[in-house]
């Protein structure tokens, strides 16, 4: 064991956003090469003064957490290694083998907008609307927030849903017992034919949280650089968008090896992924330029889910700054056409047909709205 002060980690219990789970099992490995100690407090607003007053060195805290409370003060020391972002279908059967019209309760509108992308006749409600149907609205009231996924899968099991869509945080902080089916990236090439899932931002993040002049350098083999990465640009791109967008956006970003970006768009027949990162004039077909490549997916979908405004970008790491700020402003500005009105042409273009001057209405609704004539 190296030398030195003993480090003392502040956590909580699980809030069913991995962050205990992550910790504890940073702190068991990582304490076989340094003295640390983990201590749990109530909550993360005590937790916090804990940290301010002395009484620890470190608060292990989520990326929202991070967002929501009092950090005046503080610094984020460095990141976890990233926990899998994606959410999970919790049901006996895929996304694609429901029963048609089939029930699911689901809380997140972006994921609710996913799923009926995928899946136009399911019926997807809140846990509010599945405590109404199964006439249990007082007792559910009365749970706590921590209880009420493990409610809804008790309802699962006794039939009153076909599934229920959470982070996969939750599906492992409450120890459920049924299956799960990612909704993934689709990453694997025998999986292409499914529906892509860009998940809400900043999931599967742990922060270290320190006093401002922490060295960080002493927790440096605990964290994951590119997982920094990834919280600071994700991070960037939410605060970046119009408030009315935070809640129906995907936003994911991640580092990976180049070699793994090729061999999977070779295996998808991506030719503007091929065209961008390999040499045409190598006869191997090597990398343009190695290293590790930093690629960000964004997405927003209409209320039916049946119209996708979509941005997606590959860049080296030292360029991810710049590439991240580049793809939000193609992003907003795609939105702002597609949710444009366009009016009449007054000039006519050579070889379009006439109706091609007509007014044309938007081809996209963020939020529900009535028809337009």
């Known amino acids: 064991m190296e030398s030195g002060e003993r480090l ?3 956590t909580t219990a699980s809030q069913q956003d991995g962050t205990r789970g992550q910790i504890e099992k940073a702190v068991s490995t990582h304490g076989k090469q340094r003295d640390l100690s983990l201590k749990q407090l109530p909550h993360v607003e005590s937790a916090l003064e804990a940290l301010r007053n002395g009484l620890g060195d470190m608060v292990a805290l989520s990326a929202f957490d991070w967002r929501q409370q009092d950090v005046s003060e503080l610094m984020v020391a460095g990141v976890l290694p990233r926990k899998e972002p994606t959410w999970v279908l919790v049901g006996p059967d895929k996304p694609e083998y429901l029963p048609k019209n089939a029930t699911l309760v689901c809380e997140h509108e972006l994921l609710r907008r996913q799923m009926l992308r995928l899946r136009a006749d399911l019926d997807l409600i809140s846990r509010d609307e599945l405590a109404l149907r199964c006439e249990e609205k007082a007792a559910y009231n009365d749970l706590d927030e921590l209880d009420r996924w493990p409610w809804v899968e008790e309802k699962l099991m006794q039939g009153h849903v076909a599934g229920f869509i959470v982070p996969r945080a939750v599906h492992n902080d409450a120890r459920m017992k049924s299956r799960r089916h990612t909704l993934g990236l689709q990453r694997d090439p025998t999986e292409q034919e499914r529906e892509r899932f860009i998940p809400p931002p900043l999931h599967g993040f742990t922060l270290l949280v320190t006093r401002q002049g922490f060295p960080f350098q002493t927790v440096v083999s605990m964290t994951d650089p590119s997982a920094y990465l990834a919280w600071r640009l994700e991070t960037s791109m939410l605060e970046g968008l119009d408030p009315v967008l935070r809640e129906i956006t995907g936003i994911h970003v991640e580092q990976r090896k180049l070699r793994t970006i090729i061999k999977s768009a070779k295996s998808e027949g ?50 991810a700054h710049l590439a991240m700020v580049n793809v939000l402003k193609e992003f907003t500005h795609l939105v702002t056409l597609m949710t444009s009105d366009h009016e009449g042409m007054k ?9 091609f001057m007509d007014p044309q209405p938007r081809m996209m609704n963020l939020h529900d709205e009535p028809p337009l004539d």
């Open 8 to 10: 003392v980690v502040l």
């Open 270 to 319: 991506d030719g503007m992924v091929l065209e961008a990162l390999v040499d045409p004039e190598n006869p191997r077909r090597k990398a343009i330029r190695g290293g590790p490549r930093v690629e960000i997916m964004i997405e927003a979908l209409s209320p039916e889910g049946t119209i996708t405004a979509s941005c997606q970008r590959i860049a080296a790491s030292e360029n």
């Open 347 to 355: 000039r006519g273009i050579p070889g379009m047909p006439p109706s």
